[in-house]
């Protein structure tokens, strides 16, 4: 940020300040309206560091909660268990049938 | 312990399926019609078994049956074992389907050694028979840790270095499948001994030596 320390640009320092109050308000709805003009830059920067080390925050508990979900979706379901057992199982009701109808037209006949 | 996709070279992919295609029709054909739903009933077991996580340190390892598998199928192990990796290839995603070939190979081989091991050692007993079941289960996976250390050497890895890591990631496995075969074999030597005559033995009068 540019003007913090000299006194002849304050017009340009408050318009920065404004704008930047601006932006702040526009992102997150959840600051209140603050009286720019009465806002010090250091204060504004205080304000916009805590903002954004809180979002990261929240941030990174939402990676891990992806993170864990992802996870969990990595590990096979009951359904797919049952579903391989009931796949082992049909494989070799079919073989076993196939099997038998090989062996029994001898006795029959 | 199963190969992923993309870590074996092409050679030793299309050499793992071409073996594990011919001694799974080797062990289909000794298959007895008879023996099929024990032989179901094994893979099932051997299906969801790697589902029961050993927590290792910060990772974890699954149990895997190879041994109780070859001790209760004999020749028929190949078949049940390339059966469940295949469905835990596309179910579970344990695996890649291109290192299916390598992947029975590394659990199938040591399941027939075991079954040949067990048919070999085990005496009348129950007692007996399930310390040499629990011998089986314990040697099937430090067998198939091996055959894992020697395929990836083929893929430029150091033999002894992949050996050392996977034989020491799966000492908990080891000791947990010993007692869980000898205790499934003792406890199938006491209700149901004729499980334990695999048909490899029976059927074949051709291999004495397995007497």
Redesign the interface.
Known sequence: MNGCNDTPRRGKKLLTTVIVCACLMLAAESAPAQTPAEESPQELAALLAEQSSSLAGELRRIQREIAALRADL?K?GIQ??F???G???G???T??FV??RR?DPKPKE | MHISDGVLPISVTVGGYAASAAIAAWSAHRTRSEELPKVAVVTAAFFVASLIQVPFGPTSVHLLIPGLAGALLGASAFLAIGLGLLLQSMLFQFGGLTALGANALMMGVPALLCGVFFQRFKGRTRRRQAIIGGLAGALGTALAALVLALLLATGGEDFFGVAKIALAAHVPVVVIEGLVSAFTIGFLAKVKPALLEPAFVQSEKAAPCLR
Do not use: H, K, Q, T
Request: aromatic share 16%; glycine share 16%.
């Open positions: 990595d096979p797919e268990v579903g391989g057992i796949y082992i199982f494989l070799f009701g073989a076993a099997a038998s062996r």
